[in-house]
């Protein structure tokens, strides 16, 4: 099946896109960059302020029109299917699979299952064969992915991190905690003058030592090497992922946000 992605917002978004490509890769499915030759079209979305969740929508309604010619799924992803799904799911009945932030381990069991789904609705002879290699499959991807959690560093974020410094007349509007099967993801948003997201992910010890692509400059840290680009800031430290993330500010500004975590974190 020949696949097309769009990776909207911060490079945490294109990291989560690049590890997806590598799975559907994996399950022989092919990568194309022309929307008109995908059969299934996936979009990563961003949620953090007004323009990227218009962006967002607006993206997901025009990869929908290509429903009408090739493309048999639609699927969307991302910080703001995290959010807003049910609200999404009503709004956008095009989409076929909402893949949330906390369902990633999930990724290509969702997609698998969203196909043979789709299958046994066409079918009309083999309907109850295909259920039984539906749940034979799920079975045995239950037992692969709690195999597979066995043998992974799970860990969870004990203490929210706050930043020492925030931009002026900027302030913390919410909070939000994603629970995974490989540990955890904390969402801080921060509202104002000058808005900014600050995401802190659990990692474990394999995904600590995982080579990734990397977008943007290197910035020593105080005691990690952080990936700065446009509009985001990224790093390591102590087993925690950090991600900076603002469209507004500069990478000055986000870099001194960083740097209030990384010399001296402090929690709240």
């Known amino acids: 099946m020949k696949v097309g992605f769009v990776s909207l917002g911060c490079s945490k978004n294109l990291i989560d896109t690049e590890i997806a490509i590598g799975i559907l890769k994996e399950h022989g499915m092919e990568i194309v960059n022309n929307p008109e030759d ?134 913390l509007s919410n909070k939000e905690k994603v629970s995974k099967d490989d540990g955890e993801r904390l969402i801080l948003t921060f509202d104002g003058d000058n808005p900014f997201m600050l995401i802190e992910e659990t990692v474990t010890y394999e995904k600590e030592h995982l080579i990734v692509p990397t977008y943007g400059e290197l910035e020593v840290m105080a005691s990690t090497v952080a990936i700065v680009n446009d509009n985001s800031v990224n790093w390591i430290d102590n087993n925690i992922e950090y991600y900076v993330v603002s469209d507004k500010l500069s990478k000055s500004e986000l870099l001194n946000i960083a740097r209030s975590i990384s010399v001296l974190p402090v929690s709240k």
Request: contains cysteine.
């Open 38 to 171: 995908a059969e299934m079209i996936i979009v990563n979305t961003c949620g953090f302020i007004d323009p990227a969740k218009e962006e967002a929508i607006n993206t997901i309604l025009e990869m929908a029109e290509y429903k009408k010619k090739k493309c048999k799924y639609l699927i969307a992803m991302g910080c703001l299917v995290q959010r807003y799904t049910d609200d999404l799911k009503k709004a956008l009945p095009e989409v076929d699979l909402w893949i949330r932030l906390d369902k990633y381990d999930k990724f290509y069991t969702a997609i698998e299952e969203l196909i043979n789904n789709k299958v046994e609705d066409n079918s009309t002879t083999e309907n109850n064969n295909t259920n039984v290699n539906e749940n034979k499959n799920t079975n045995e991807n239950k037992n692969e992915d709690k195999k597979s959690s066995e043998t992974k560093q799970t860990s969870s974020i004990e203490d929210v991190i706050y930043p020492m410094y925030i931009p002026a007349n900027t302030y």
